[in-house]
């Protein structure tokens, strides 16, 4: 069974920086589509961005496109999120979450979450 462990949320200022990890266990990731979502208070979750599996390549959604990155070791087992340029609209929960798929770009579409790591981004 697959598990996925984020890490690297925290307080940042706006214009900063910070990177998640998503480490997972189990099955090796090289298979798995990851994605990663955010979730702020009062509102619905919403998709990031996504990494396939054969190309490595990635679709961001509008809010954060030129500003997060989506990369993935797979010697490590860990895909990262680096976030770069941050705003006070970007603080939410974020997830990681994967798929035994080329690429999904749908967050209802994953099988298997991680359990959140927390972002906030305030002077």
């Known amino acids: 069974q697959l598990q996925l462990v984020e890490s690297g949320g925290g307080l940042v200022q706006p214009g900063g920086s910070l990177r998640l990890s998503c480490a997972g266990s189990?099955?090796?990731?090289?298979?798995?589509?990851i994605g990663w979502s955010r979730q702020a208070p009062g509102k619905e979750r919403e998709g990031v961005g996504c990494?396939?599996?054969?190309?490595?390549?990635?679709y961001y959604a509008d809010s954060v496109k030129g500003r997060f990155t989506i990369s993935r070791d797979n010697a490590k087992n860990t895909v990262y999120l680096q976030m770069n340029s941050l705003k006070p609209e970007d603080t939410a929960i974020y997830y990681c979450?994967?798929?035994?798929?080329?690429?999904?770009?749908?967050?209802?579409?994953?099988?298997?979450w991680g359990q959140g790591t927390q972002v906030t981004v305030s002077s």
């Open positions: 979450a994967a798929k035994y798929a080329i690429m999904v770009v749908t967050p209802s579409n994953y099988d298997y």
């Open positions: 990494i396939s599996t054969n190309d490595g390549g990635t």
């Open positions: 189990g099955p090796t990731l090289d298979y798995y589509a």
